[in-house]
């Protein structure tokens, strides 16, 4: 079953990365033709952002309806990660996915990385490898019942002091209110 959620875990990242490149591929796309067909104007609204036009040909755009399926298949993979193997783990391999992003969008949207970029991938990927090392299977679930509704309850409490720290700052000068939610916080 680890295999499994590694492999899961593995395909989600690699999805994930996908679907960003294909989504920015077909928007490109689309922004690309239109300059090509002199209707460029359209594609912009009066505040400078894209228009209704524009984004409904790119909802249409074969890559990113591609890209979007692909975002659903990195979900899947990501929840059956998540199953089955420590959270800590499923979700950094899943966030992964930005390395694959970096190397799909050199080759299919022409972006040059620099030597800072490949660095920082080969360190996500020697830590990726050091934390699969250090990760074993593990079922947990030798806590009590009563320590689950204690955490509960404390993080209601928490929520609460939140809410009256954003409530408190909405109505005080913000020093005052800066002093609220760091007494909040801590």
């Known amino acids: 079953m680890f295999v499994i959620g590694i492999i899961a875990a593995c395909l989600a990242a690699v999805a994930y990365g996908m679907s960003t ?12 033709t239109a300059r090509e067909e002199g209707t460029e104007d359209s594609q912009t609204n009066a505040a400078g952002g894209p228009s209704l036009q524009s984004t409904m040909s ?6 990113f309806i591609l890209g979007t399926t692909m975002v659903v298949i990195g979900f899947a993979g990501g929840a059956l990660a998540a199953r089955f193997l420590p959270l800590f783990l499923s979700q950094t391999i899943v966030s992964a996915n930005l390395v694959v992003t970096a190397l799909l969008g050199t080759i299919m949207l022409n972006i040059a990385l620099q030597t800072r970029d490949w660095i920082a991938i080969w360190l996500v990927v020697l830590s ?3 934390l699969g090392l250090s990760a074993e299977p593990h079922a947990g679930g030798g806590e009590s019942a009563v320590f689950h509704w204690e955490l509960f ?13 954003s409530t408190a700052s909405a109505s005080t000068p913000p020093s005052s209110a800066a002093r609220w939610q760091v007494s909040c916080s801590v």
């Open 21 to 32: 490149v294909l989504r920015a591929l077909g928007a490109r796309r689309v922004a690309t």
């Open 58 to 63: 790119t909802f249409v755009d074969p890559a």
């Open 128 to 130: 990726l490898c050091l």
């Open 153 to 165: 309850v404390a993080t209601l409490g928490l929520c609460g002091l939140a809410l009256l720290g």
